[in-house]
């Protein structure tokens, strides 16, 4: 059977399916099965990408240049690597608009660029960004590099005002901060090969929110590191079925409104490994 022609106001499970297609060029859309407007503009991109007529319309040359798109991250479900995306940046006109720009996100952190890379803590940014980016740019990026804090923030006025493109944004974190985020993971959680695609990206995005540390540690009567050593030992134990729970049980740290958003992404975490689990 041909893949359906698709347009704005269609709906169901192929649309799902064209989310996810989109996904891997970086359209950070949720698989919501309803064709909307973001999934026309995203088309429309991976059309004008593919040199096809940006119709938003899904004939047979657009079903097949999407079908021959990469995963953005080899063995971790597209699915995942846009909710990591979302988490960070919001969606990909809110990165137009705001993220594009230098922040600093943080009081201890450095200048950060495309999607949660901060240079106070990334020192290969010359190397990994000079062939995406113009070389003023890199030029007026690199005092940046490796500090953080106070000395960061003064540094911020002077390239506030800089984009950084989506284009590039998407190759940073697929080629080179997945990779390594992926690789520790793997280090962090034994058995995290044995599980799927989607359970493997939940367990992706909790690192690259809150690193590999397990604690505990002296002086943390929350022991903020429990749940992470509980699914690292359920994992161990070939016991993924109780990892959702963990992911909820973290809620605990996170229950004033300024951090609504680390406890809601926990929770869609949740159901995403539990999805994950039923395959």
Partial sequence: MPDPVLAQGSNGPDVARLQDLLNRAGALLTEDCDFGAGTASALRAAQTAAGLPPTAVTDADTWAALNALAEPC??????????????????????????CHP?????????????????????????EWSPLLPAPIIDAL???????????????AGVAALTIPWAAAWTILT???LPQTVADTRGAFPGFDTLSPLCRGVLV?????????????????????????????????????SIPGYLR?????????????VRQRRLDEATMFEQGLAG
């Fill in 74 to 99: 080899p063995g971790i479900a597209t699915q995942a690597v846009a909710f990591l995306g979302q988490q960070e940046v919001t969606s990909r006109g809110h990165y137009d608009a705001v993220v």
């Fill in 103 to 127: 922040c600093r996100p943080g009081a201890a952190s450095g200048i950060t660029i495309g999607v949660g890379y901060d240079l106070g803590q990334q020192l290969n940014f010359v190397a």
């Fill in 142 to 156: 690199r005092p940046a590099v490796g500090i953080t804090g106070a000395a960061a923030q003064a540094l911020l």
């Fill in 175 to 177: 080629a080179t901060t």
């Fill in 205 to 241: 995005d909790l690192v690259y929110n809150r690193g590999t540390d397990m604690g505990p540690h002296p002086g943390d009567p929350q022991d903020r590191r429990l749940e992470m050593r509980q699914i690292r030992d359920a994992l161990a134990a070939n016991d993924p079925a």
């Fill in 249 to 261: 049980a973290m809620t605990r740290l996170w229950t004033t409104p300024d951090v609504a958003g």
